[in-house]
């Protein structure tokens, strides 16, 4: 069972471009978590997705964000216009229905640097 | 809200040691922790998982227990090696909707052992 995928591994974008940031769970899992860190900061909730749905977007930032984890396909975080303090390693974890002790396993991150 | 806190920061010791990291919470309405180790540049690496409902957990040279009514876990190596070097994270999750929610980390313990 390969883990939890991300890519790319590394994005360099220019400010006011758009980022897209994709995650593919491991097989089974339907639980997607979506976390953010800051040079020098803690690792940063962002958002949680099921399959088609939203559960908790707390986390995440009113604008030029967004996050999404379509029937088919991997869910992808979607930075728009980005700027400079959006420089950051961006990870996407998953945890399977069952069992239910919801333990999140971690991809490798994407590191997105904003010129 | 939920405030995870880790100390030390920073932690040195000979190869061979055992050593203790410690993990406070400061609310207790958790539904899991979560220790993992990461290494630099790297995604996270999910070490140990314990319930709520549990005390401790074992793999290998690790031990992780949780005080869950006093808000702390702590995390056991024994024997420590070189290769045990690694930034280490605690983190916990309450339950919502149909799955644990996002992970509130600790800024983590850099530990490096010594040769």
């Known amino acids: 069972n390969a883990g939890v995928m991300q890519n790319p591994r590394h994005l360099v974008r220019r400010r006011g471009q758009e980022a897209r940031l994709r995650c593919s769970p491991m097989?089974?899992?339907?639980?997607v978590y979506w976390y953010r860190q800051l040079p020098e900061e803690g690792l940063k909730f962002m958002v949680y997705l099921q399959k088609e749905n939203i559960i908790d977007e707390s986390g995440m930032p009113k604008e030029r964000f967004s996050a999404e984890f379509p029937k088919e396909g991997p869910s992808i975080l979607r930075i728009q216009q980005v700027v400079r303090g959006d420089s950051a390693a961006y990870f996407c974890?998953?945890?399977?229905?069952?069992?239910?002790?919801?333990?999140?396993?971690f991809g490798p991150g994407t590191r997105l640097t904003v010129l | 809200k939920q405030e995870v806190t880790q100390i030390p920061a920073a932690l040195s010791v000979p190869e061979g040691e055992n050593l203790v990291l410690n993990c406070s919470f400061t609310?207790?309405?958790?539904?899991?922790l979560q220790w993992f180790r990461q290494d630099p540049g790297k995604g996270l690496t999910s070490l140990l998982l314990?319930?709520?409902?549990?005390r401790e957990q074992t793999s290998g040279r690790l031990n992780a227990s949780l005080d869950k009514s006093s808000g702390r876990s702590t995390l056991y190596i024994a024997a420590s090696q070189p290769g045990d070097s690694a930034t280490y994270l605690c983190?916990?999750?309450?339950?919502?909707?149909?799955?644990?929610?996002?992970?509130?980390f600790g800024k983590g313990t850099h530990l490096i052992i010594q040769p």
């Open positions: 314990i319930q709520s409902s549990q």
């Open positions: 097989k089974g899992h339907s639980h």
């Open positions: 609310d207790s309405a958790i539904y899991n």
């Open positions: 983190a916990v999750s309450k339950l919502s909707g149909g799955g644990a929610d996002g992970l509130t």
């Open positions: 974890a998953s945890s399977p229905d069952y069992p239910p002790d919801h333990e999140q396993f």
